[in-house]
C-alpha cells in the first residue's frame, strides 16, 4: 500500500481491534514495517495503544467525556463538529485533526465553514476527509475529491488526507499527504486494482468429534443436509459466536471439506470422507480469503474480520 501510494504517507487504520486481529500486535508490526500515522475509532482504543508510543488519531473526535483522556497526549482529536472545534479550542488543546464532510454527511464540519474560519487559530496537524464510494466507479469520487482539494491552503493544515483503501487505487489525485488504508491492510480486496493483495487472517478450528454418519440420516440443525451415502463427517469447535457465521452453511469450506448443514453457534460440521488420516484434536484451517469468503457467506469482507471472535488465540506466522 505504500508503494501504492506514491509520495504521500501511507498510515494504517487500526479501528475495532485491529480489524479484529488484535490492535497492539497489528500495530506494532506496521509500525516495524515503517508506518507512522494509526487511526482508530474511540478513545478507549487510543488508550490501549498508549503504551506504543505511537502518533494515533481518534476518528470519533471529542466528546465532553473525552476531555480527560485527550487533553493526557495520548492521542489527537480528529474534531467533526463545530462544538467539538470550540471545545477543543477553549481547553486551549494543542495539535489536532480535522475531518470535512464533502458529501458523505456521516461525520465532519461542512466545507462553508471551514471557509469561513471555523478553524481560525487551530493547530492542525492533518485535515481529513472520507471517501463514500471508492470501491465503485462513481461520479462522486471526483467529486468529493475536487471539493477537498479546493480546502488546500484555506487553513493551516500541515497535510491532507483524503483516501482509504479503494482511495489509493483511484490513482495519484486522490493520495494527497497521508493515505490511511484499512481493508487492504488485513487482506481485504476493495477494488480489481488491490487484486494482488493476499490473505492475512487464516481461522483454524479442532475437530472435537469425528464420527460416520450413515445414508439417509441428516446433520445439525433443522435436517438441511442429509448423507446420500455413508460419510465421514467431522465436527468443529467454531461457529457463529465466533464470527463463522451461518451464510457458510452449506457453502463454506476447508481446503476440498466441505461445510455441511448449518453453521451453529459453537459447532460446524465438515465432510472429512477426503481426508481419512484427519482425527479428533486435529486442526483445520477454514477457507477465508476474504473477497471469496463474502460471497460465500453473504457477508462484507470488512465483517468478516472484525467479527472474528475472543475464543480465537491469535498467532502471529
Not at 485491529?18 to 478507549?44: K, M, N, P, Q
Not at 494543542?94 to 474560519?117: E, Y
Amino acid at each position: 500500500m505504500d508503494r501504492l501510494s506514491g509520495a504521500a504517507a501511507c498510515g494504517a487504520a487500526v479501528k475495532a481491534d485491529g480489524y479484529g486481529l488484535g490492535a497492539s500486535d497489528v500495530a506494532r508490526r506496521l509500525a516495524a514495517a515503517g508506518c507512522r500515522d494509526f487511526f482508530v475509532a474511540t478513545w478507549r482504543e487510543a488508550e490501549a495503544l498508549a503504551p506504543l508510543g505511537l502518533m494515533v488519531s481518534v476518528l470519533h473526535g471529542l466528546r465532553a467525556d473525552d476531555m480527560a483522556l485527550a487533553t493526557s497526549g495520548i492521542a489527537r482529536p480528529v474534531l467533526s463538529t463545530d462544538a467539538q472545534v470550540a471545545r477543543w479550542r477553549n481547553a486551549g488543546g494543542g495539535a489536532c485533526d480535522v475531518m470535512v464532510d464533502t458529501g458523505m454527511n456521516r461525520l465532519g464540519v461542512s466545507s462553508a465553514a471551514v471557509r469561513d474560519g471555523l478553524l481560525a487559530g487551530l493547530r492542525i496537524e492533518t485535515l481529513v476527509s472520507h471517501l463514500a464510494c471508492a470501491d465503485e466507479d462513481s461520479p462522486m469520487n471526483e467529486r468529493q475529491r475536487a471539493l477537498f482539494a479546493s480546502l488546500a491552503g484555506v487553513t493551516d493544515a500541515r497535510r491532507m488526507s483524503l483516501a482509504n483503501s479503494a482511495g489509493v487505487a483511484l490513482g495519484s489525485g486522490f493520495h494527497f499527504d497521508l493515505v490511511r488504508p484499512g481493508l487492504a491492510l488485513y487482506g481485504g480486496v476493495a477494488r480489481p486494482e488491490l487484486a494482488a493483495i493476499r490473505q492475512v487472517a487464516v481461522p483454524e478450528a479442532q475437530i472435537l468429534q469425528r464420527r460416520l454418519v450413515p445414508a439417509g440420516e441428516t446433520v445439525g440443525y433443522n435436517a438441511t443436509w442429509t448423507a446420500r451415502a455413508a460419510t465421514e463427517v467431522a465436527i468443529l469447535n467454531i461457529g457463529y459466536a465466533d464470527g463463522y457465521f451461518r451464510g457458510f452453511s452449506d457453502r463454506g469450506a476447508a481446503g476440498d471439506l466441505p461445510v455441511i448443514g448449518r453453521v451453529s453457534m459453537d459447532l460446524t460440521a465438515i465432510d472429512v470422507s477426503a481426508q481419512p488420516e484427519l482425527a479428533e484434536g486435529d486442526w483445520v484451517a477454514l477457507d477465508f480469503a476474504l473477497p471469496q469468503a463474502a460471497a460465500q457467506s453473504g457477508m462484507s469482507q470488512y465483517e468478516l474480520l472484525t467479527s472474528l471472535g475472543a475464543r480465537f488465540d491469535r498467532m502471529w506466522m
